[in-house]
């Protein structure tokens, strides 16, 4: 998994930065099992709003 990589990373210096854009799937709950491990910061909508929501809302 990506998420894992990045917390294997030795620079630790970064936020991941995630959108939820109101999926269907276990996202949410995958990205928050991380956040004890890294500087993530989750934003969800909800609703899905498109593809160029993500740029807008973050």
């Avoid at 294997?8 to 799937?25: E, M, P």
């Amino acid at each position: 998994m990506t998420l894992d990589g990045l917390v294997a990373q030795t620079f630790t210096a970064f936020q991941v930065v995630l959108l939820d854009d109101a999926s269907s799937d276990d996202s949410v709950a995958i990205a928050r099992s991380y956040q004890d491990r890294l500087n993530l910061r989750l934003i969800q909508t909800e609703r899905n709003l498109g593809s160029r929501t993500p740029v807008t809302v973050s």
